[in-house]
T-cell receptor, first 111, second 113 residues
Framework: QKEVEQDPGPLSVPEGAIVSLNCTYS??????FMWYRQYSRKGPELLMY????GNKEDGRFTAQVDKSSKYISLFIRDSQPSDSATYLC???????????FGGGTRVLVKP | GAVVSQHPSWVICKSGTSVKIECRSL??????MFWYRQFPKQSLMLMAT?????????EQGVEKDKFLINHASLTLSTLTVTSAHPEDSSFYIC?????????FGPGTRLTVT
């Protein structure tokens, strides 16, 4: 069993819909949780960074962490075709430690 | 924001040759450098971690004599794939870390023929 599980998709939604992504993990030591967006043949770019449990909102993006369930989510409101990409969750046990990535979910937003 | 460059962005080489990939942090100093490999439609796999001036620490299953990592300065790290073979064809991404935050380079696509 992988330490971090993520549905590979693809997840196809119409423009304007809410995109819902999630990851589950098994290591209870993880405390830092990140979401990255990766376009094809590009490096990942950081979208959201959350410490411990709770919600965090930034523009159209909302990240949620439920440490008791070992479950994290990313919601993208008012999705745009430019949001079409692969979304990777990542986590670590301490700031500065190496990241453990999920497998990534491919998202396609159709105009 | 932090700027990371990788060079080259795409390289094609013949089997048996060596390829060097450069990673530069342009506006910050990277105390730690992570190198990842990513196969098509797969996630990032950590290959090795290096600190400036120290030998790299390789992940299990990664051959240290094949993937040579040099982190000679706080702004430059190189990954050399020695005696490359077609199975080394992949997308290589560097990730310099500035204190606690980890940034990612744009990646280098290596194709070995």
């Amino acid at each position: 069993q992988k330490e971090v599980e993520q549905d590979p998709g693809p997840l196809s939604v119409p423009e304007g819909a809410i995109v819902s992504l999630n990851c589950t993990y098994s290591n209870s030591a993880f405390q830092y949780f990140m979401w990255y967006r990766q376009y094809s043949r590009k490096g990942p770019e950081l979208l959201m960074y959350t410490y411990s449990s709770g919600n965090k909102e930034d523009g159209r993006f909302t990240a949620q962490v439920d440490k008791s369930s070992k479950y994290i989510s990313l919601f993208i409101r008012d999705s745009q075709p430019s949001d079409s990409a692969t979304y990777l969750c990542a986590m670590s046990g301490a700031a500065g430690n190496k990241l453990t990535f999920g497998g990534g979910t491919r998202v396609l937003v159709k105009p | 924001g932090a700027v990371v460059s990788q060079h080259p962005s795409w390289v094609i080489c013949k089997s048996g040759t060596s390829v060097k990939i450069e990673c530069r942090s342009l506006d910050f100093q990277a105390t730690t450098m992570f190198w990842y490999r990513q196969f098509p439609k797969q996630s990032l796999m950590l290959m090795a971690t290096s600190n400036e001036g120290s030998k790299a620490t390789y992940e299990q299953g990664v051959e240290k004599d094949k993937f040579l990592i040099n982190h000679a300065s706080l702004t430059l790290s190189t990954l050399t794939v020695t005696s490359a073979h077609p199975e080394d064809s992949s997308f290589y991404i560097c990730s310099p870390q500035d204190v606690y935050e980890q940034y990612f380079g744009p990646g280098t696509r290596l194709t070995v023929t």
